[in-house]
């Protein structure tokens, strides 16, 4: 056969499709029900926006879907003291403008990122233990935490890694742009419709597997009923958080697959602890009250037992999430098995109401997001009702996320309604965070909305968290949890389950930690 010949045959298979030429890899378009409000991967550490920095900027240390660590930019880690830990870097990663990785730019990104201007809660919490870092090489580095931080590695593997030679002059704006979003990560950014959909192109010269889409679209679809319609219409190929009342006709449509796992996210109600307290909280005729009520701890473990934790996880979340006194499921490390789900009791949470001086009660204002979590609005409506019925009487006011996560960070709600996942697998990654007293400049209690204070749980905090053997660790986290369960100054209503909806012919691996990526999902084989 001439070389012609063999030309024109080869041109002939490829054309008419009998050939052995590689399928064209296709676009995946992936709906998101929380809003992701920044392309900056350190402006704000909430589950959206961490969906999409995903796909731009890797990180130091990865987690896989069941939330175990794995190797990212880092191949290795390893404790070289009691207080440093050696990082040895992937080789041959670069950036997606094509400059070169190096320890540098790790050194620069826990600089930059525990201070991002008009952040409304950041990822101090996660470099708390970081005290300086030395570039030993390009390929390595050594953190120094100054006391022991057994959990070093959990922390960082929620921080993405930016470039020095972009991120240095780069403002959060820059990268909302694009400008300044060039990640290692395995999609490029190529557009941002703010709110609605971020354009992704896959990053072939990422050091991971070779990616089965060659574009990816990230919509914003906040309204639960349309994102299941979008993805029954073949609009969209994956959406996440279906509404939990559609969940068995979802399993039972052809069209679709659903796929679910154990969650790690608690649904929890912030209680304000200044004084004086919010505006929002005032007597039966509406004038302020001479002392914040939420400050008696009577008052607290009220509120708690008024509210049929069994009836929400059933009803209103219709078995897709379990009754909780505390933020872990049971079996995981540092769950404490002393701590039950609080009984709900009327009649004696009327009864604390009286002792602690408030025997007809006094209002209040619960606020809540109405398209962050699964049935948000709701659940407040309905604990909104149970606190009605024992005197506290409660309205209920509804936000979208961006709005309320703003005001609820400058603490202007009495009572609010938030999740927290610990995608660490561990006490300490919400105790650190949500309860310890509020100390940005040692990265604790950064999202601590109710500005609770207790130096005595402090020190239970620090103390577990810096000390290296597990099984001392576990039971120093165990008695943080059971003192928080005792002063009550959150209260835990329910952890979720997680679940997404895949168009047919694709599959998706469920994460623990509710991160929607394309790097998870696959053509069906």
């Not at 020190?459 to 928080?484: H, M, N, P, S, Y």
């Not at 005792?486 to 209503?493: A, M």
């Not at 389950?497 to 053509?523: C, Y």
Request: charged share 20%.
């Amino acid at each position: 056969m001439s070389a012609s010949l063999k030309t024109w045959l080869a041109a002939t298979l490829l054309t008419t499709g009998l050939g052995l030429a590689p399928a064209q890899a296709a676009p995946l378009r992936i709906a998101i029900g929380g809003a992701f409000t920044s392309i900056d991967p350190h402006f704000y550490n909430a589950t959206p926006n961490h969906s999409v920095a995903m796909h731009v900027f890797d990180r130091l240390v990865d987690r896989a879907p069941d939330v175990s660590l794995k190797p990212g930019l880092a191949l290795s880690w390893t404790p070289v003291s009691d207080t440093v830990w050696e990082f040895k870097l992937r080789p041959g990663v670069t950036w997606h403008d094509g400059k070169p990785f190096t320890a540098d730019d790790v050194a620069f990104t826990y600089q930059r990122a525990r201070n991002v201007p008009n952040s409304p809660g950041g990822f101090g919490g996660f470099l708390r233990a970081v005290k300086t870092v030395e570039v030993v090489d390009p390929l390595t580095l050594r953190i120094d935490t100054g006391e022991p931080a057994p959990n070093l590695p959990r922390e960082l593997a929620f921080v993405p890694i930016i470039s020095r030679h972009v991120g240095e002059s780069a403002t959060t704006e820059d990268y909302n742009s694009g400008k300044a979003a060039i990640g290692t990560g395995p999609y490029k950014f190529v557009s941002q419709t703010p709110g609605d959909r971020v354009e992704l192109v896959r990053n072939d010269a990422w050091w991971g597997p070779k990616q089965d889409w060659d574009k990816v679209t990230l919509r914003m679809i906040t309204n639960s009923g349309a994102r299941v319609a979008a993805v029954l219409a073949g609009d969209v190929d994956i959406i996440d958080t279906p509404p939990v009342g559609d969940l068995e006709k979802l399993k039972a449509d052809p069209r679709v697959t659903v796929a679910t796992t154990e969650g790690l996210r608690v649904i929890y109600l912030a209680l304000n602890s200044l004084e004086p307290g919010a505006a929002t909280i005032t007597d039966n005729d509406g004038k302020p009250l001479p002392k914040n009520p939420l400050l008696d701890l009577k008052v607290r473990q009220a509120l708690s037992i008024a509210i049929n934790r069994d009836g929400l996880a059933d009803r209103i979340m219709q078995k897709t999430a379990r009754p909780t006194g505390q933020w872990l499921p049971a079996g995981t490390y540092s769950f404490a098995k002393s701590v039950t789900v609080p009984a709900n009791d009327p009649n004696k949470a009327k009864a604390l109401l009286k002792e602690a001086g408030f025997p007809d009660g006094f209002k209040i204002t619960l606020f809540t997001p109405n398209d962050r979590y699964p049935n948000d609005a709701a659940t407040a409506q309905a604990v909104a009702q149970m606190w009605t019925r024992i005197g506290v009487k409660t309205a209920v006011e509804t936000l979208p996320w961006s709005a309320y996560a703003t005001r609820g960070g400058k603490q202007e709600f009495g009572a609010g309604l938030w999740g927290w996942g610990s995608p660490t697998g561990e006490a300490g990654y919400l105790l650190s965070n949500v309860l310890a007293s509020n100390n940005p400049s040692k990265g604790l209690g950064v999202f601590n909305y109710g500005r609770y204070a207790n130096p005595a749980l402090d020190t239970q905090i620090v103390q577990a968290l810096a000390t290296i053997d597990d099984g001392k660790r576990e039971q120093l986290l165990v008695g943080a949890v059971e003192t928080a369960a005792r002063e009550v100054p959150i209260i835990p209503l329910f952890i979720l389950d997680n679940a997404w909806v895949t168009r047919k012919g694709i599959v998706i691996d469920p994460r623990r930690d509710e991160r929607t990526l394309a790097v998870d999902a696959r053509s069906a084989r």
